[in-house]
Every structure is written in C-alpha cells, then in structure tokens.
C-alpha cells in the first residue's frame, strides 16, 4: 500500500488543516479527536509518513518510535492517567476499520471505558 499524502491527518502535520494540538515533540504530534469517545480522547500521530503500526515499525527509525511513545507517556503523566488508567488502541487496516490511513493512536481515558 502507498501512502496517500492527501489523507486528514497528513494535512495536520503540513498545518493546513486545522486540528487542537495538545503536545508535539520532534517526531510526533497528540490533538483532540474531532468525535470524542470518551471524556479524554487524543490522536497521537508520528510526523512521518507511516500508514500503520507495522509500516512505522518497519520503517521508522529507533529515535522516531522511542519519541512517539515517549509523547503518549508524557499525556499519561499530563493528565494523572498512572493511576486511574487509560485506554490505548490503533485500528490498523480493513479488518481493523482504520478510517484515516496515517498510523495514530487512539488514548481514551477520563471514566470507566468498560469492556472491549
Ligand atoms: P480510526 O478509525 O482509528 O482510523 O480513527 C480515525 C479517528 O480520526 C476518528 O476517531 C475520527 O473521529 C478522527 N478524526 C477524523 N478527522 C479528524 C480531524 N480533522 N481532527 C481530529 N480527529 C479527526
């Protein structure tokens, strides 16, 4: 699969789409979902261009996969979530019904999120 560089989350990154960004490092950026599922939902995306889990992981340097964890890590710890906890998700691919083809991460938190 190629990456479509016209995709949402690619014109975020290239600023021409306005989105709420919470937090940016060198190699990631955490914003608002546009549809929260729960009180605390934030996209957290790799400045690259990556299409999903595997295709970051193959390709992406160590430093761009340790940065973009490092990020979600420092929301956990922005928003108190050690101890009340927190959900991670990214949907990958058909079977995964991945909307947006740049790889993100879902973190839901902020009430009880129930079962999977
Ligand atoms: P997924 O189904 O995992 O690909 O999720 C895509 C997510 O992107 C959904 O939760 C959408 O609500 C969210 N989304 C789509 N467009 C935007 C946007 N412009 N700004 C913020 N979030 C968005």
Redesign the pocket.
């Known amino acids: 699969m190629i990456y479509d560089d016209n995709n949402?989350f690619a014109k975020?990154i290239n600023k021409k789409?306005f989105?709420e960004i919470i937090m940016e490092s060198e190699h990631a950026i955490a914003?608002?979902?546009?549809?929260p599922?729960a009180p605390i939902?934030i996209?957290i995306i790799p400045k690259g261009k990556y299409i999903k889990y595997d295709d970051f992981l193959n390709k992406a340097s160590k430093k761009e996969v340790y940065d973009f964890f490092l990020l979600i890590n420092r929301l956990v710890k922005t928003y108190n979530l050690e101890d009340t906890g927190y959900r991670l998700?990214?949907?990958a691919g058909n079977d995964?019904?991945?909307?947006?083809p740049h790889l993100?991460f879902?973190l839901l938190a902020g009430q009880n999120l129930g079962k999977m």
């Open positions: 949402i975020i789409l989105s914003f608002n979902d546009i549809a599922k939902h996209l998700i990214s949907n995964g019904n991945q909307e947006v993100h879902h």
